[in-house]
Nanobody
Framework: QVLLVESGGGVVQAGGSLRLSCAAS????????MGWYRQAPGKQRELVAT???????NYADSVEGRFTISRDNAKNTVYLQMNSLKPEDTAVYYC???????????WGQGTQVTVSS
């Protein structure tokens, strides 16, 4: 079992920046990839960015060049630096990690990001 706790959400004006953090606890030795997803009202949850245990990253086209995902394995924490935020980035952001041989997914509780125009 892995518990994920997100922090760093809030309200920001368009063009501003926020940094999300997600701290993992529990069976952290078995964590593989970690990532961020988001869900806007009335829309499906979508991938924002992922990072492998070795640091390889993957981004959604909509955030490429504006968002940066990173992880600190010593602290079992993944970060999402969000710059040049747009109103369409408004959503609940969820942290996810994949664990063990079966790559089982664990999710955080979500943190709200609101970008005002």
């Amino acid at each position: 079992q892995v518990l994920l706790v997100e922090s760093g959400g809030g309200v920001v004006q368009a063009g501003g920046s926020l940094r999300l953090s997600c701290a993992a606890s529990g069976s952290t030795d078995s964590i593989n990839a970690m990532g961020w997803y988001r869900q806007a009202p009335g829309k499906q949850r979508e991938l924002v960015a992922t990072i492998s245990s070795r640091g390889s990253t993957n981004y959604a086209d909509s955030v490429e060049g504006r968002f940066t995902i990173s992880r600190d394995n010593a602290k079992n924490t993944v970060y999402l630096q969000m710059n040049s935020l747009k109103p369409e980035d408004t959503a609940v952001y969820y942290c996810q990690c994949r664990v063990g041989i079966l790559d089982f997914a664990f999710w955080g509780q979500g943190t709200q990001v609101t970008v005002s125009s």
